[in-house]
């Protein structure tokens, strides 16, 4: 069984940083295409970044420049460092493992974002 443990969330100030962690268990972890997703209270889930086996990145436009989604195939573990953070980044920030050609998706707990104005 595929798990994901996230960790890094918590309360800062706008401005502020943060550097989210997502580690993965139970299959291999270079096999996965990685992101990480936020679920605002009344709007739907959106993605934020994702990052591909190779390491190529894509990221929504709202944290383009803001954001950076990284990943360490040693260690299992995707990263998404936040710097220059808004009160609208409050979120519950989900990690998402994905088997891209067998369509398959694993997701994580998630950990709670808030941003301070």
């Known amino acids: 069984q595929v798990q994901l443990v996230e960790s890094g969330g918590g309360l800062v100030q706008a401005g502020g940083s943060l550097r989210l962690s997502c580690a993965v268990s139970?299959?291999?972890?270079?096999?996965?295409?990685m992101g990480w997703y936020r679920q605002a209270p009344g709007k739907q889930r959106e993605s934020v970044a994702t990052?591909?086996?190779?390491?190529?990145?894509n990221y929504a436009d709202f944290v383009k420049g803001r954001f950076t989604i990284s990943r360490d195939n040693a260690k299992k573990t995707v990263y998404l460092q936040m710097n220059s953070l808004k009160p609208e980044d409050t979120a519950v920030y989900y990690c998402?493992?994905?088997?891209?050609?067998?369509?398959?998706?694993?997701w994580g707990q998630g950990t709670q974002v808030t941003v301070a104005s």
């Open positions: 139970g299959s291999i972890f270079s096999m996965f295409a």
């Open positions: 998402n493992a994905r088997v891209v050609i067998a369509g398959r998706e694993y």
């Open positions: 990052i591909t086996v190779g390491g190529s990145t």
